[in-house]
């Protein structure tokens, strides 16, 4: 009988967690598609030495207009959605065109690996505006699980700071800064996200994040890579590695909102953080990178610090609340339990 009854309640639990499982469930599709991107840039640069971040993002902001675009030109209000809302597009697009721009023009410096470790980056960042825009309220455990993921970070940047890659690059530290101001886009980006697609269309975000993103890439490869893609020596292999990345590129733009509404930006990317072990293994089967311990360590940590903060749900604000008050508040907490009784 008991054991029917903790199954019953092991049960009842997932039913009530079913969002959060599907979320996760999406996340780990995301994954695997986001180390799709990287492999492919990755090989793009080690076989042919083809640098065009820009190039490769815009066929994936043109399908995203033209695929969600007709759909929503045939709503009625999609003359007061293009007239309300475009300024709100248009930061959150050039955001997200920059991040990808930066974050793709890093593979030239530095590892595949390296890149993924470092975009746990975006937890941090993203947890910052989601407190302060999102109204959305944190834990000591959630504290705690950022730190870690922080050091992990770190470790990563000095290992690549004291080495070289494998084929000889020098400059895998200004890499990882790339990465980092990459990621740092995507942070806001994805709080921008995660408001918008809860509050409107699905179908009006990638129309619009397409629309914006075609027009400043379009302008951005004229002026950057033209040169590039004019000398560049064309082939299938390329092509099919551009169509890899493009088509990984544009799963990952469809599947992104769903995850959102389901959860959050935060779940977001703690889902994406296993994509570390599917780089991993494609670091070792396709680019023979050798895994020092201190790449292991710091993703050790990294991982650890994404499950301490997965123990424990965040809240959100009651109206009244300010962050000065909520951040006074749990400093007093603490403090307190800590025997500072003065505080």
């Not at 309220?137 to 470790?155: D, E, K, N």
């Not at 930006?265 to 994509?275: D, M, P």
């Amino acid at each position: 009988m008991e054991e029917r009854r903790r199954k019953c309640d092991v049960a009842k639990y997932l039913l009530s967690k079913r969002r959060l499982l599907v979320a996760l469930l999406l996340g780990q599709c995301l994954s695997l598609l986001l180390c799709g991107t990287g492999t492919t840039s990755q090989l793009l640069e080690a076989w042919y030495h083809l640098s065009v971040p820009t190039t490769q993002v815009f066929v994936v902001y043109v399908l995203l207009a033209a695929i969600f675009g007709s759909a929503l030109a045939t709503r009625k209000d999609f003359r007061s959605i293009l007239r309300d809302n475009w300024w709100k597009y248009a930061i959150l697009g050039i955001l997200d065109v920059e991040g990808n721009y930066l974050v793709v023009l890093a593979y030239k410096y530095t590892t595949l690996t390296s890149i993924q470790l470092l975009d746990s980056f975006a937890i941090v960042g993203v947890m910052v505006l989601s407190f302060i825009f999102l109204r959305i309220r944190y834990h000591l455990v959630h504290l705690v699980g950022v730190a870690l993921a922080i050091v992990g970070m770190v470790v990563v940047f000095l290992a690549d700071l004291h080495s070289l890659r494998t084929d000889g690059g020098e400059h895998q530290w200004f890499g990882d800064l790339l990465c980092i101001a990459g990621v740092t886009f995507y942070a806001i980006g994805n709080v921008a996200q995660e408001f918008l697609v809860k509050n409107h269309s699905v179908v009006e975000y990638l129309c619009m994040i397409g629309l914006v993103g075609s027009v400043v890439t379009g302008i951005q490869m004229c002026v950057l890579e033209r040169v590039q893609l004019v000398n560049a020596e064309w082939n299938s292999y390329i092509g099919l590695l551009l169509g890899g990345f493009g088509a990984c590129l544009l799963l990952f733009y469809v599947i992104t909102p769903q995850v959102m509404r389901l959860s959050s930006a935060v779940v977001f990317n703690l889902s994406l953080i296993t994509s570390d072990f599917f780089t991993l293994i494609v670091g070792v089967l396709f680019f023979g990178f050798i895994f020092s311990y201190v790449y292991i360590i710091g993703m050790l940590l990294t991982v650890l610090g994404v499950a301490i903060y997965s123990t424990k749900s965040p809240t959100a604000a009651s109206p009244g609340d300010s962050c000065g008050c909520l951040v006074r508040r749990l400093f007093r907490k603490h403090a307190q339990r800590a025997g500072f009784l003065w505080v």
